[in-house]
């Protein structure tokens, strides 16, 4: 399994891969081309590439020198409860080692929860209608040395 960093010629793509999690209350996604075109120029975004398959897609924000927050995080149904998401992470801690700080915004029923604490997230804080979409969601933070 690979990260593969995702360009302009990939918004098909991560809409394709958004749109296996839009619809369930436990993640806001992107929804247009528009969208993913500005997540793809705002963010640091990678195709999780298993072979010849797109697994699923994860990225992340740069907040300062040592801050970064991942903001994203989707694992296509067919590839979920595999292990995708926990070698997805890892990779993407290996990008992010030189951050003090890492945080995160997950549902609090979301199952990827236990994924992050098992990587040593805590919530620091429970937001209410956190998207504008009427449900909650927890800010998770990991220090890291």
């Not at 619809?23 to 975004?45: A, C, D, H, I, R």
């Not at 098992?118 to 040395?145: A, C, H, T, W």
């Amino acid at each position: 399994m690979e990260l593969i960093r995702a360009t302009i010629k990939d918004i098909q793509t991560l809409l394709e891969v958004e749109k296996t999690a839009i619809g369930l209350k436990l993640y806001s996604g992107y929804f247009t081309e528009k969208e993913v075109e500005k997540y793809v120029k705002n963010s640091v975004v990678y195709l999780i590439k298993n072979d010849n398959d797109i697994a699923g897609s994860i990225s992340y924000d740069i907040m300062d020198s040592d801050y970064a927050d991942i903001s994203g995080l989707v694992i296509k149904p067919e590839f979920q409860k595999q292990g995708f998401g926990r070698k997805a992470m890892e990779l993407l801690f290996e990008k992010l080692k030189e951050y003090k700080k890492l945080s995160l915004c997950v549902h609090p029923d979301n199952h990827a929860r236990k994924l992050y604490e098992s990587f040593g997230f805590e919530v620091e804080s429970r937001k209410e209608n956190y998207f504008g979409d009427g449900e909650p969601r927890l800010i998770m933070v990991k220090q890291q040395d």
